[in-house]
């Protein structure tokens, strides 16, 4: 050991106990608690959407009254995207990019802290509304004004500050990752050797800078229309409800990219060590990346076929929304090029990176039926739709998070997971998930509208069949649960490099890593 | 290894049940895909739903094929040697450029049929629909007709919680409604669609689109329908808690129906108007009142008079119960924050019906009553 390394250890302060996570400034520590928080995000928003699954079980209102149902689509959505998803990923950044880029931690650690704890207080200000009168948020994770604005209850407000802070919390953390991949990368470093997870990372932060204060923005606009007399939104002031809708989106759809992008990293990580190969045409996937996240500025009205927008303006966002099929090919045969002629071996990461490029394409070809604008006039707003999103955040995003919480989990721990109940658990999960989702294609084609509390009884065979699979996938998720804590609490010990084809700085540490990572900065050639 | 094989199987079976799924249903249409529709448009955006569709599964079956292909050949336990090759330009490029020739292919139909959906040229007559929290208007714009359309009321009866009546008994369950629109076929109709309160969608599958009813716009759409039938639809868009009771029923009646359901209709208009005209009794007040307020305003202030979450209770309110039967019938007919403006809705002796009723019901038993007549000078 060097004398630099003694010298930093000496004057480390080790905070123990409930210090150790308020006043935490390591990355790892950091990134477990995203990881934890958006797991109990996770299991909370799934309980809402069993609560959906069970109401819509047969034809007939039977367990909840219909704005409480609309309170769980809303709440289900707003929890998954906001509090599941976009934590998990920020969770495996700060674990993962100073490890990848031979860093001793992220650039900006108090900042680190901050971004985190935000989210507590965020989901609590949230969560809180289903306790006052009035209840939570009932008009869809999208919030469309008017429904939002001059007709939702006076918790609204609530919902509001929570995404604020959100927002905050996000730029703080895109800005701390941006500032760590552009400045602690090691000697040698070079950007077009970064690894993929870690280039979606860095485009996605970008993503989010430009597009959460937009968001804030749409928010305090609905804050002012609600309570200080404006009329944005509100067209009997002069105000334009479709305003609304194009501001969203703007947001929204980046958004979505926001949520996917780093899942492709993830599984560009995964798929080339268990193929033992390297990533086929990896400065290809880095433009088809910045390709679609640049696209993903400019097709936001796909959203909004149906509002009656000019047909020119219909056709430019039917057209620019198909281009997005492109890029997001190339990722895919890309994938498909990388395990051609490898030497696979299918552990449980590998399964679900296998799943997740299968399911995403579903999932993307869906969504090019319903980027050609004359057909989504018919898909807009129906279970088709929701099939689509569920296959791309569900079976897309999620399945990613959990092949890297696998992949990741005995660099993390120093142990190896369970890799039976890891085969069972990605089993179960992938035959419920398409028992969940894919019937919903068929109800929606068949004229199923979304957000719906009941149904024509025509749709009943397609819902019974979808509430049976979401059951199963929502209960088969508390094996994950118990997989994790099991290789937390101990195991067969993880070698520094765990799996046979990993490369990369990360697999060149003790598992699980130091804490300050990278004392030294390592040489890449 | 029987691990890896068992992987195996569930795999393939996986892959054949997702691919095969689509192509053996399509034989029983209407559960498993979009309808074909009646109008031209509506056949025109069938095909190229089918024609994307076909494309998505022919790409997909390509691209899993060679994957599968490959997880069954070059896996480490049947002893494939990694190959090293990480770029190949000229794959790189077909890869990039076939998909884009396949996007030229599909976006000349969708472009012809777009035009043709948002063409607005003059058509033979309109209709103006109005989107309200939670039911439609039509207004016949040359035949001075205007009617609500409510979800039917065995519908609405089998809807509620614990209802006890079985969905599968109710014709239509949820798909019905009192008052359909009613069109002749082979007629270009025009729709002017807005709202009164929040955003909704006017939705008819068979008609082949939708279209968003947004307060503040007037969107138009047109359809020209050729065989006379019923054909359902709902509210696509989320407009509040009972965004799934509002369902679209489009009537296309011959011409000479048509012309005889219109005279029907200005005969009922007129009957209304008289009743407006003339004095009523308490029991004539009541009785009516009852079938308005369950029609209008039970989905907010409930059956029961007691109101629920935000919706304020009646049963007992001060206005209903101590404020002037004035201020009362003022309250309905110009609305307060999410409650409409109910003048906009209903007649004279409606309105006098159900403030009659809210003042005694359920216990309220103010006693006094207000006339048509008295209505219509609070205008």
Redesign the interface.
Known sequence: MSTAITHEEEHHEDLTGWRRWVFATNHKDIGTMYLWFSFAMFLLGGAFALVIRAELFV?????????FF?QMTTMHGLIMVFGAVMPATVGMANWMVPLMIGAPDMALPRMNNWSFWILPFAFSLLVSTFFM???AP???WTF?A??ST??A?STTDFFIFGVHLMGFSSIMGSINIIATILNLRAPGMTLMKLPLFVWTWLITAFLLIAVMPVLAGAVTMMLMDRNFGTSFFD??GG????LFQHVFWFFGHPEVYIMILPAFGIVSQIIPTF??????????MVYAVAAIAFLSFIVWAHHMF???MP?AG??YF??AT??I??PT??K??NW??T????????ETPM?FA?AF??LF??GG??G??LG????D??Y???YFVVAHFHYVLVTGAVFALMAGTYYWLPKWTGYMYDE?LG?IHF?IS??SV?VLF?PM??SG???M??????????F??WNFLSSVGGFVFGFSQLLFFYIVIKAIRGGEPATNRVWE?AEGLEWTLSSPPPHHSFTVPPEVR | MSVIKQCLVSHTLLLITMLVAPFSVLAEESKFNMPRGVTEISEEVYDIHMLVFYICCVIGIAVFAVMFYSLLKHRKSVGAVPSQFHDNTAVEIIWTLVPTLILVLIAVPATKTLLKIEVDREADMSIKVTGWQWKWQYEYLDEDISFFSNLSEASNQARQRASGIDPSTVENYLLDVDNPVVIPVNTRVRFLVTSADVIHSWWVPALGWKQDAIPGFINTAWTEVKEPGIYRGQCAELCGKDHGYMPVVLEAKSQADYAEWVKEQQRKQEEAMLASGRDWSMDELMSRGEKIYTANCAACHQANGEGIGMFPALKGSPVATQGSVEEHTKLVLNGLNAMPAFGAQLNDADIAAIVTYERNAWGNDVGDMIQPSAVKALR
Do not use: C
């Open positions: 034809p007939g209102l039977q367990l909840v009254e219909p704005d609309n009168e009035g209840g009932a008009f869809g469309y008017p429904l001059t007709f209850p067209a009997a105000g334009d409800p479709v193929a033992r190969k390297p990533l086929f045409g990896y400065a290809s149906a509002v009656g047909v219909e056709l039917m057209y198909t281009l099929a492109i090919g190339v895919v045969f498909v090029a395990m051609w002629r490898g030497a696979m071996t299918f399964l296998i490029v299968v394409t579903i070809l869906s090019l039926m050609v604008a004359p057909a006039k018919q807009h707003d129906t039976r085969k089993w992938t035959i398409n894919f294609h068929f084609l068949a004229g509208p979304r957000r719906i509390p009941d149904y024509a009884v025509q009943a065979d084809g």
